[in-house]
Each structure stands twice: as C-alpha cells, then as structure tokens.
C-alpha cells in the first residue's frame, strides 16, 4: 500500500480512489493541481488495492470496495490514518464515507465523499430559479443518485418545485473515460446525456458524476454551447468537478474542525531531510 504526495505540507488531505484502477487516480492529478490552495496544503493520493473492483458500476462493487479498503487499512494501518482530511474519490453514497467518518482510528479526520461534496457545491451556485443536475456513467446510476440526493439533503428531490433536475447517463462505466472506449465515442456519448440536462428547466450547473470524467468539463461546455450558445456555456454555465469540489469542501471541514473549543489544533509538521 503506498501513498503518493502530490503537492503540499501542513494540513495532509488524502484523494482515495476505492477502485483498484490507478490510471482513474492518475488522471485526477491535472484536476489537483489546477485547485488554487495553500502550499501548506499537502494532498496524496491512494489507490484501492488489487482485490478492489477495477470500476465501481452498481450496488455490488460499492460494498467490495469498502470492504477491500477497510481489511487493507486495519491489516496495514491499525493505528489509523495520518491525515487531517479524507476525499472519497467515487460519485456515488459510497459506504466508505460514513465508515471511515465512524471508524475508531480514523475519527479525527474530517471525511466527505467527492458526491456530497458536489451536490452542496451545486446548491450554493444557483440564483433564483435555476436547477443543477448530474451527469454520469451507467443506468443504475440514475436512480442510486436521485435516491442519493433526497438522502442526503432530506428532501424528496422528485418534487415539482425541486432545484434539482435529475441525473442522466452516458451508457459507459468509470474505466471507459481514461482507456478502452475510443475517445470520439466518449465524446459524443457525454455529450448527448449533457444536451438531455440541459433540454430541463433552468439548468444552469452541471455536476460531472464520476472521478473518471476528471478533466473532461470542455467536453460538456461544448454539447453546453451547442445547445445553448457559446456566452451560456463559458459565461453562466458552473461545470463541478467532483474531485475538485471535496478537495475544497474538505479543506473547508478541517478549518471549521479546529475552531471547535477545547481541542489543540493539530499541525502537520515535515520531517527535516
């Protein structure tokens, strides 16, 4: 098991792709350094070991990667993760999140999932009447995630007066955007579920729904300007990278975790070569 520093040094946050696919964990690398933070801001990378799914595509895989990742921490770590915050790297309620949230070693940490992370990104960017919805991977993940959105903001988000749009799906799994499937098919198969979104009410913010679309956002703001004009696609469309988004979040939930009294801030500080 190895984890890979990337950038940084005083607060140590760790992108968890529970996948075993390390080319999805190397294409978030682009989409990590583009996030303006603090230098003192140290962020790693981690890779689910090889008995974890290669790509997470339903219900099944979600719990064989919590699953593989937990027995890899608590044979390897058993005194817990050294880092300040924990992104969970898959658009998905990935049961990781609350167990690493409620795991005794690992209960300092402050932990988010790159789908939580997004949806109160998306929230916070709309002006009146305007909706967001999600763009993602394969069919089951339409309804995992719409469930997974009135789930988390306890809210039925099938009303008709919902800000949310809804999800819609490209027919590809994770693996697909990084290597296997012919980039022009890619292309046209995201772009086609983007103009889907956009054909609803007020959709003014799109949510990449899977850590493997990192860097791909020009891809929905061309079906975007397409559809919509060219000043609608790079003026008033929000593109969420979810990668991006829990990266930001979760700075934010280490910030808000040592105002709380009484606890000592806790300093990462790089041993001296």
Not at 70 to 93: N, Q, W
Request: charged letters at 20%; glycine letters at 10%.
């Amino acid at each position: 098991m190895a984890f890979k520093l990337v950038r940084g040094g005083r607060s140590r946050i760790l992108v968890l792709n529970p996948n075993s696919s390390q080319g999805m964990t190397d294409g978030m690398k682009p989409v990590i350094d583009s996030i303006d933070l603090s230098y003192s801001t140290e962020i790693n990378t981690y890779t689910g070991p090889p008995n974890a799914p290669a790509s997470i595509n339903d219900g099944h895989d979600l719990e064989e990667s919590t699953a593989a990742v937990l027995r890899e921490f608590d044979g390897e770590l058993p005194m817990g993760l050294d880092f300040d915050g924990i992104v969970v790297a898959c658009f998905s309620v990935h049961p990781l999140v609350p167990a690493l949230q409620k795991h005794p070693t690992h209960f300092t940490a402050a932990v988010t999932g790159i789908f939580e992370a997004s949806v109160l990104t998306a929230l916070s960017l709309l002006g009146p009447g305007e909706t967001w919805g999600i763009v993602t991977t394969g069919k089951f993940w339409e309804k995992h995630l719409t469930d997974g959105v009135s789930g988390f903001l306890g809210a039925d988000a099938s009303i008709p007066k919902s800000k949310f749009a809804g999800v819609e799906s490209t027919g590809l799994n994770a693996s697909d955007f990084h290597h296997g499937v012919d980039p022009a098919v890619v292309r046209k198969k995201l772009k086609e579920a983007t103009k889907r979104l956009l054909s609803k009410d007020g959709v003014s913010c799109i949510v990449m729904g899977c850590a493997g679309m990192a860097g791909l956002e020009e891809i929905i703001r061309d079906a975007a300007e397409e559809e919509r004009g060219k000043s609608f696609a790079y003026a008033d469309l929000h593109v969420i990278d979810g990668v991006r988004a829990g990266i930001i979040q979760v700075e934010q939930m280490i910030r808000h975790k040592r105002l709380r009294p009484g606890l000592q801030a806790k300093v990462y500080t790089p041993e001296l070569d």
